[in-house]
């Protein structure tokens, strides 16, 4: 049986290896615990010599395949590429686990014609996906039989039950203006112009502020908003890329050294937030619509999953203690289907800031104060105590400043 990859600590903390399961030509399959959510896995991680590719992969095909819900078709439930504790890159796919078969079982090489990277076709629930050849992911009793005859087959008339309808069962990610169900069941839809996922937040009232922090986040005040949808994740390095590719606007500070393309981009005004957003076709959220979104439809809890601690569901100073923001989506969704709500990176909202602003509010679809002086922050970050990753958490920054722990996400 294959040896357990050397894991960096962020790893082990959200992935406990339970045991192995086998190894082939082409990786080792683990199974795995996702501790947080308390779900079983496969994890498979990839051999391979050449990494771009491989980074290729994961953000276009597997990135693709994670949205798919078919019953002959594995779900794919994470992807991404680990830093070991001596340095080295680990590739990694994580797929529900089945109760049986071996690592030949999951991964059945089909072809390996020549054609080195990925592309995906979906067709009445078959999934092929090239990871240096072609695999078939299905579950096991639709998998082929071992043995196949290497002679070309006697033409004749196709015997077996055909596949359910693609249409009738999978979800396919929609496009701008299109709304579709991932696999978890919420609603979502795709912007055309840079890509971003976007949840659907329904219209209705929610308890606004809070008795438990600063004077500012009082009196908390029942809100009614307009249905809005708002980016699944902060915006990130390579969504922004886009946009300075598109628009020549200026990069951020040490925009080269930044630490990858999915993590949060930083170092932004509230101008430039503002300016991505008018290239997207979107705008930034007012703060009322930011702590809707943030609380998942939980009343009255402090934090997006609700009560508990920060520790090991956030990215902040007391939480998991990062020395810089983690990559998007690294901890859970909350009940909106919403990642990083709390912590990672302060985020731009489109009000101006004002400490008693909560006294006069209108109680419906508020945009806050005409005028200011600062702009609102939401959602604390990476560098701040676990209290201002609080839902009711307020703050403030002058809309010309940029700083290493302020992004922002966009709404529509």
């Known amino acids: 049986m294959p040896e357990v990859p050397a894991f960096s600590e962020n790893f082990l903390r959200q992935y406990e290896i339970v045991e192995a399961l086998g190894e082939g030509a082409f990786g080792a399959v683990f199974h795995c615990r996702q501790r947080f959510l308390n779900r079983d896995g496969a994890l498979k991680i990839l051999k391979t010599i050449d990494l771009e590719q491989v980074k290729r992969f994961i953000q276009r095909e597997i990135a693709l395949l994670a949205e798919l819900d078919h019953p002959n078709v594995l779900k794919v439930l994470d992807a991404g590429i680990d830093r070991s504790t001596d340095g080295a890159s680990i590739p990694y796919i994580v797929t529900e686990l089945v109760d049986s078969g071996t690592l030949e079982q999951q991964v059945v090489p089909v072809a390996t014609s020549g054609v080195r990277w990925p592309w995906m076709t979906i067709l009445a629930g078959l999934a092929l996906v090239s990871l240096g050849l072609w695999a078939l992911v299905l579950r096991p009793q639709e998998r082929p039989p071992r043995g196949l005859p290497s002679s070309p087959l006697p033409s004749s008339s196709p015997t077996a039950t055909p596949l359910p309808a693609a249409s009738s069962t999978l979800s396919v990610p929609p496009s701008s203006g299109l709304i579709g169900k991932n696999q978890r069941g919420f609603e979502e839809t795709r912007c055309d112009t840079d890509g971003a996922v976007m949840m659907k937040i329904p219209a209705g009232e929610f308890l606004m502020g809070s008795t438990d922090g600063g004077d500012d986040e009082r009196p908390p005040h029942r809100v009614y908003l307009e249905q809005f949808f708002i980016d699944r994740y902060e ?178």
């Open 235 to 412: 915006v990130t390095n390579r969504l922004y890329r886009k946009f300075l590719q598109a628009t020549k606007h200026r990069a951020p500070k040490s925009w080269a050294d930044n630490h990858g393309d999915d993590q949060p981009v930083v170092n932004v005004s509230w101008d430039d937030a503002e300016a991505y957003c008018t290239w997207a076709g979107k705008r930034l959220p007012t703060e009322a619509e930011w702590e809707k979104a943030a609380r998942g439809g939980l009343e009255g809890k402090p934090y997006p999953w609700g009560d508990q601690t920060p520790a090991g569901r956030a990215c902040c100073k007391h939480g998991i203690g990062m020395n810089r923001p983690q990559r998007v989506g690294s901890y859970p969704s909350n009940g909106y289907g919403v990642n990083d709500m709390a912590g990672n990176v302060w985020e731009w909202c489109a009000d101006w800031y004002k400490k008693g602003y909560y006294g006069e509010s209108l109680l419906k679809n508020p945009r806050g104060p005409g005028s200011g002086e600062k702009r609102v922050l939401r959602g604390g970050s990476w560098s701040d105590l676990e209290s201002g990753s609080r839902c009711a958490s307020r703050n403030s920054l002058d809309p010309t400043k940029r700083n290493r722990s302020t992004g922002f996400r966009c709404v529509r």
